[in-house]
């Protein structure tokens, strides 16, 4: 027998972690019936149950399929052709069992929509309450009631609302928690004559790890700052803070020994983390005066330099990540910056996208993505790279993308 084309089958089933138990759930019982349409009316309009399928497939056999409110059990109406076996069954059914809470509410609530019931709820020698009624065909129907159940539905009913409760508290906090890390980054950006820049943060989670900054540091200097935490969610964005904190705190020092200033947020890094913790970090310092870039690179991705002749120049790692060890010290390299140079900034979320094939968008397709959008501002520029790693991976975002692009005036 083929299977319908239609979803009489389709049950969607309770998620269950036990593989070596086979999931069973009941699909369905037939219930014999003269006339689908009148019988249908009865148990949606009498009993309050629902429609779960009504259709006629290509042999011309029409489905009825009605289920109590619960969604627990199907009940399948179903009309044998006179010539069949099944025919004389109908109005002869009499083993199917419908539990209740309340089974006084329900006898009130049904005997006035016109269900015939065969006697009030009685008490059952096992230990039960219960009545019966018939259907429109005569077909009877048990409806039992005990202490029991209705205990069960009251403890379902309140481990429900403390679930819900706990998922509404988690959804609270998770927004907070978004608007605070909002705030912490820039806020402003500090002005240089002879940069322009811009910076952003698309968070795959509603709080995440990456971070991004723009340092005063006075006399012209300007800091630039990424970073990557090693972890997502919660436990990032809280050492993403823990990070920010230090660096502005000490920026102060940074202008006149940026070695210093780094080792000294490290040390506090260091402290303040488990020992697992750690982040990678790019730091730059651009001289407004002379077009000077001094940059230390904390054991993050190289950024990338494209010069005005569009030749590319990788600012590689300089230093260990940061928060790992103690004892720890890190070197600076310089570049000096030309009118139309763009120096890239960006977090393994750029370029660890991948597609359903698997394959990632790469430092590769960074590059070109730079080279063909670089007459864009930087925040347009920006735009147009987020814009093309999303349609590389069909927008199902991975992990945070963080980017900072600064073009050169001329």
């Not at 929509?113 to 006697?119: P, T």
């Not at 990424?226 to 990032?236: E, F, P, Q, S, Y």
């Not at 947020?265 to 651009?286: G, K």
Request: glycine share 8%.
């Amino acid at each position: 027998m083929s299977k319908p084309s239609v979803p009489v089958w389709d049950v969607q089933p309770a998620i269950r972690l036990n593989r070596e138990d086979p999931y069973l759930q009941l699909q369905q019982v037939l219930v014999f019936v003269r006339d689908q349409d009148r019988s249908m009316e009865f148990f949606v309009d009498c009993l309050g149950f629902n429609i779960a399928l009504d259709h006629r497939n290509e042999q011309g056999d029409r489905w009825v399929i009605v289920a109590p409110p619960d969604g627990t059990a199907r009940l399948c109406l179903v009309f044998p052709p006179p010539e069949s076996d099944d025919h004389p069954l109908i109005g002869k059914g009499r083993n199917t069992v419908f539990l209740t809470e309340n089974i006084e509410a329900k006898y009130r609530e049904w005997k006035e929509r016109g269900v015939h019931f065969v006697h009030p709820p009685v008490a059952a020698p096992w230990g039960s309450v219960y009545t019966q009624f018939d259907d429109v065909d005569g077909n009877r129907f048990w409806l039992i009631g005990f202490d029991q159940a209705t205990r069960d539905v009251e403890e379902q009913r309140r481990l429900t609302e403390e679930r819900l409760e706990v998922e509404r508290r988690t959804a609270r906090e998770l927004e907070i928690a978004r608007q605070v890390q909002a705030r912490l980054f820039p806020q402003r950006i500090p002005e240089v004559r002879t940069l322009e820049y811009a910076g952003v943060c698309i968070q795959a989670r509603q709080v995440g790890g990456d971070y991004y900054d723009y340092l005063d540091l006075g006399g012209g200097l300007l800091g630039l700052v990424l970073a990557d935490i090693a972890g997502k969610g919660i436990a990032g964005a809280l050492l993403m803070a823990n990070l920010q904190a230090n660096l502005r705190s000490q920026g102060a020092t940074a202008s006149d020994r940026p070695e210093s200033f780094l080792e000294s947020v490290n040390r506090v890094f260091y402290e303040n983390t488990a020992n697992a913790d750690y982040a990678t970090l790019f730091f730059a310092e651009y001289d407004d005066n002379t077009r000077r870039l001094r940059y230390a690179n904390c054991g993050h991705l190289p950024a990338l330099l494209l010069r005005s002749d569009n030749t590319l120049e990788w600012l590689g790692s300089t230093s260990t990540v940061l928060g790992l060890f103690v004892g720890w010290a890190c070197s600076f390299e310089e570049r000096r910056l030309n009118p139309g140079d763009i120096l890239l900034l960006y977090t393994d979320g750029a370029t660890e996208s991948f597609n359903e094939a698997a394959e990632e968008f790469g430092e590769q397709g960074l590059v070109e993505t730079l080279r063909q959008y670089r007459d864009l501002p930087p925040r347009s520029l920006i735009d147009a790279i987020v814009e093309k790693v999303r349609a590389f991976n069909h927008g199902e975002q991975h992990d945070d993308i963080t980017l900072i692009v600064a073009r050169c005036r001329t």
